[in-house]
């Protein structure tokens, strides 16, 4: 999906008319919901004209260009792909091109460029256009298949060589290289060395655009197959722009740590689905394959039990690299190179609990302060709004003020977008304004109608309709569904039946009764333990709720809003008296309204290709169907 499509001696009529720049804040308003920001469209106004003035002139404007691309399964977008033929052997070729206006960039780490006026170090353009390569490639089967279709290049079109002179020493190769306004000729020679100049490759040129919009795409790399071949072997995800600056921030602490032995907290802040755990764990991996002590923590038992199960199913040794926030009570200050506290916003005020001993209460602290002191490179990866029980304080400023209490050095990234729900640029804005987090609801059909966004959303009119279609969409192409609902059932023991323990089918809407995941510690045959809810495949046909659906994905999700949660008119009602969750249900009303949303914020973002929805409740069953269509 591109917001533009033309060839680029068209293109350039627009830019050198005042108009491309408007023609793309349009479509942008149009298919991204929100728009684009000021800057961005002067970016395209400043940078576009350039580069397509110098495409032109080396000959190539017949090329069809796509303009603000997004990838698969992303939402990022490539600032220009060029269509074409190759010169060489006559098959379509496809170049990624990054526009960049900087004038001046320093280097900062090994793949992150410092530049004047902005806050944060980013990523080296020519690893942007390299990394959206690899992704491409990666997401593409029709191109990977096809060595040598796929170029990137980084076109700094403002910048002399003595502005970024240390940047430009940067490794090149098929997928990245850098050019500048006075390298202006060398990118022109490359370009004609990539695409054919002859005019009868205009009507290629147009086909290998029509191909390149028509491949399939093969769903992004589920995180639980990788785990353990990320920890073990070698590198298998590809991480961009914000994802990449993060990871690169924290090797670089690490390195510092150990040059100069002072202390960096990095805090790592996104939504769901934007590659907090992608990045943990490849985090961990390079880490451990540098010899670095470092371990990965959760608050949540369901996560890292599933972890320890899959990245340590060959070693059990790895298994041990998995902890929970509450085992670093007793923990020797700066005994780890790096502490990696994955789904942060579950940290609690204390490491205290019934199991602690009475000599490890003594010593106990703040947990926040406890998981800081544990190591060089404290790293904590979290979303401020997936706090779903009392007590839980994860968050920015708490983080921030303890490490500055510890004389810490802090850093923050902030990730941008949504790699689970298919990429989708829409189903985010889409979610909060169906559970009155921000803006007006709007119905999904208003919003996919702009575009080809991929993502599925519909209600069911029962339970037993949204069980038989997801079991259709599992059937068709042996994905993964899951149906989750909020907590407004009684959770019973499993009960002897014949002498064998069996689930009760607490959960009862009319005539459809299923039973919840089975309880921690609750053996029950032909059901995987509640901690293996989400990744184990017969867990459909049980109930997931938040805290075995917590930090996991599926393909097909569906969600069951009970009566803990209810339309009323304009707005939502929390409703105490029918939640079942005895912690939630000690929240003072304020804090268990927000509990509530955030906990069906957090079920109807598990999918990664579709979602369906359903309450038993009927004012919201119709608010739902509404929204939903």
């Given at each position: 999906?591109?917001?533009?499509?033309?060839?680029?001696?068209?293109?350039?009529?627009?830019?050198?008319?005042?108009?491309l720049?408007?023609?793309?804040?349009?479509?942008?308003?149009?298919?991204?919901?929100?728009?684009?920001?000021?800057?961005?469209v002067?970016?395209w106004?400043?940078s576009?004209p350039a580069?397509?003035?110098?495409?032109?002139?080396?000959?190539?404007?017949h090329?069809?260009?796509?303009?603000?691309?997004?990838?698969?399964?992303?939402?990022?977008?490539v600032?220009?792909?060029?269509?074409g033929?190759?010169?060489?052997?006559?098959?379509?070729?496809?170049?990624?091109?990054?526009l960049?206006?900087?004038?001046?960039?320093?280097?900062?780490s090994?793949?992150?460029v410092?530049?004047?006026?902005?806050?944060?170090?980013?990523?080296?353009?020519?690893?942007?256009?390299?990394?959206y390569c690899?992704?491409?490639?990666?997401s593409t089967?029709?191109l990977?298949?096809?060595p040598?279709?796929?170029?990137?290049?980084?076109?700094l079109?403002?910048?002399?060589?003595?502005?970024?002179?240390?940047?430009?020493?940067?490794?090149?190769?098929?997928?990245g290289?850098?050019?500048t306004?006075?390298?202006?000729?060398?990118?022109?020679?490359?370009?004609r060395?990539?695409?054919?100049?002859?005019?009868?490759?205009?009507?290629?040129?147009?086909?290998?655009?029509?191909?390149?919009?028509?491949?399939?795409?093969a769903?992004?790399?589920?995180?639980?197959?990788?785990a353990?071949k990320?920890?073990?072997?070698?590198?298998?995800?590809?991480?961009?722009?914000?994802?990449?600056?993060?990871?690169?921030?924290?090797t670089?602490?690490?390195?510092?740590?150990?040059?100069?032995?002072?202390?960096?907290?990095?805090?790592?802040?996104?939504?769901?689905?934007?590659?907090?755990?992608?990045?943990?764990?490849?985090l961990?991996?390079?880490?451990?394959?540098?010899?670095k002590?470092a371990?990965h923590?959760?608050?949540?038992s369901?996560?890292?039990?599933?972890m320890?199960?899959?990245?340590?199913?060959r070693?059990?040794?790895?298994?041990?690299?998995?902890k929970?926030?509450?085992?670093?009570?007793?923990?020797e200050?700066?005994?780890?190179d790096?502490?990696?506290?994955?789904?942060?916003?579950r940290?609690?005020e204390?490491?205290?609990?019934?199991?602690?001993?009475s000599?490890?209460r003594?010593?106990a602290?703040?947990?926040?302060?406890?998981?800081i002191?544990?190591?060089?490179?404290?790293?904590?990866?979290?979303?401020?709004?997936?706090?779903?029980?009392?007590?839980?304080?994860?968050?920015?400023s708490?983080i921030?003020a303890?490490?500055?209490?510890?004389d810490?050095?802090?850093?923050?990234?902030?990730?941008?977008?949504?790699?689970r729900?298919?990429?989708s640029e829409?189903?985010?804005?889409w979610?909060?304004?169906?559970l009155?987090?921000?803006?007006?609801?709007?119905?999904?059909?208003?919003?996919?109608?702009?575009?080809?966004?991929e993502?599925?959303?519909r209600?069911?009119?029962?339970?037993?309709?949204?069980?038989?279609?997801l079991?259709?969409?599992?059937?068709?192409?042996?994905?993964?569904?899951?149906?989750?609902?909020?907590?407004c059932?009684?959770w019973?023991?499993?009960?002897?039946?014949?002498?064998?323990?069996?689930?009760?089918?607490d959960?009862?809407?009319?005539?459809?009764?299923?039973?919840?995941?089975?309880?921690?510690?609750?053996v029950?045959?032909?059901a995987?333990?509640?901690?293996?809810?989400a990744?184990?495949?017969?867990?459909?046909?049980?109930?997931g709720?938040?805290?075995?659906?917590?930090g996991?994905?599926?393909?097909?999700?569906g969600?069951?809003?009970?009566?803990?949660f209810?339309?009323?008119?304009?707005h939502?009602?929390?409703?105490?008296?029918?939640?079942?969750?005895?912690?939630?249900?000690?929240?003072?009303?304020?804090?268990?309204?927000?509990l509530?949303?955030?906990?069906?914020?957090?079920?109807?973002?598990r999918?990664m290709?579709?979602?369906?929805?359903?309450?038993?409740?009927?004012?919201?069953?119709a608010?739902?169907?509404?929204?939903?269509?």
């Amino acid at each position: 999906m591109a917001l533009v499509r033309q060839s680029a001696e068209v293109l350039l009529g627009d830019a050198r008319s005042d108009r491309l720049h408007t023609v793309l804040a349009e479509q942008a308003r149009i298919q991204f919901d929100t728009g684009v920001g000021d800057g961005e469209v002067r970016s395209w106004r400043n940078s576009l004209p350039a580069f397509l003035s110098d495409l032109v002139d080396a000959g190539l404007g017949h090329v069809e260009v796509l303009l603000e691309h997004k990838l698969p399964h992303s939402p990022k977008r490539v600032d220009v792909v060029l269509c074409g033929r190759s010169p060489k052997h006559g098959r379509p070729v496809y170049v990624l091109v990054e526009l960049k206006q900087w004038s001046k960039a320093e280097p900062y780490s090994d793949d992150l460029v410092r530049i004047d006026h902005y806050a944060n170090p980013v990523l080296h353009p020519v690893e942007q256009v390299r990394r959206y390569c690899e992704y491409l490639v990666d997401s593409t089967p029709a191109l990977a298949e096809q060595p040598g279709a796929v170029h990137g290049l980084a076109y700094l079109h403002n910048a002399r060589d003595s502005g970024v002179w240390g940047i430009s020493q940067y490794a090149m190769d098929d997928y990245g290289r850098l050019f500048t306004l006075d390298t202006k000729g060398q990118l022109v020679d490359r370009l004609r060395a990539l695409l054919d100049r002859e005019p009868a490759a205009r009507d290629d040129s147009r086909r290998a655009a029509d191909e390149f919009l028509g491949m399939r795409h093969a769903p992004s790399k589920p995180l639980l197959e990788l785990a353990a071949k990320e920890i073990q072997e070698r590198e298998q995800f590809v991480l961009l722009d914000e994802q990449q600056v993060a990871y690169s921030l924290v090797t670089r602490a690490v390195d510092r740590a150990h040059a100069s032995r002072t202390q960096t907290v990095v805090v790592i802040l996104g939504g769901p689905g934007s590659g907090k755990s992608v990045i943990a764990l490849s985090l961990l991996g390079e880490l451990a394959r540098r010899g670095k002590s470092a371990f990965h923590a959760t608050g949540s038992s369901a996560f890292t039990s599933t972890m320890r199960r899959h990245a340590g199913k060959r070693n059990r040794r790895v298994q041990t690299m998995f902890k929970y926030f509450n085992n670093f009570i007793e923990a020797e200050r700066f005994g780890l190179d790096v502490l990696i506290c994955d789904e942060a916003h579950r940290i609690r005020e204390t490491s205290v609990n019934r199991y602690t001993k009475s000599e490890a209460r003594a010593k106990a602290r703040r947990q926040i302060e406890e998981l800081i002191d544990a190591a060089r490179v404290p790293v904590f990866l979290l979303d401020e709004h997936q706090t779903v029980r009392p007590g839980e304080m994860g968050s920015l400023s708490e983080i921030r003020a303890a490490a500055e209490a510890a004389d810490c050095k802090v850093e923050v990234v902030h990730l941008g977008g949504q790699f689970r729900c298919g990429g989708s640029e829409f189903y985010d804005t889409w979610v909060a304004r169906l559970l009155g987090i921000r803006g007006t609801p709007t119905s999904w059909s208003d919003l996919v109608t702009r575009t080809d966004d991929e993502f599925v959303v519909r209600s069911a009119d029962s339970p037993r309709e949204m069980e038989s279609w997801l079991l259709a969409q599992r059937a068709k192409d042996l994905g993964t569904a899951r149906i989750a609902a909020g907590y407004c059932w009684t959770w019973s023991d499993p009960v002897s039946q014949d002498g064998t323990k069996v689930l009760v089918p607490d959960v009862r809407i009319g005539d459809w009764h299923r039973p919840w995941n089975a309880k921690p510690d609750k053996v029950v045959p032909d059901a995987p333990a509640s901690h293996f809810w989400a990744s184990d495949d017969r867990g459909f046909g049980q109930l997931g709720c938040i805290y075995t659906a917590q930090g996991f994905e599926y393909d097909w999700a569906g969600v069951i809003f009970g009566t803990d949660f209810v339309r009323r008119g304009d707005h939502w009602v929390a409703q105490r008296d029918n939640s079942h969750d005895p912690a939630v249900k000690r929240a003072d009303d304020l804090h268990f309204a927000t509990l509530i949303r955030n906990t069906y914020k957090v079920l109807l973002t598990r999918g990664m290709r579709g979602v369906c929805v359903f309450s038993e409740d009927p004012e919201t069953q119709a608010y739902l169907r509404k929204f939903a269509a």
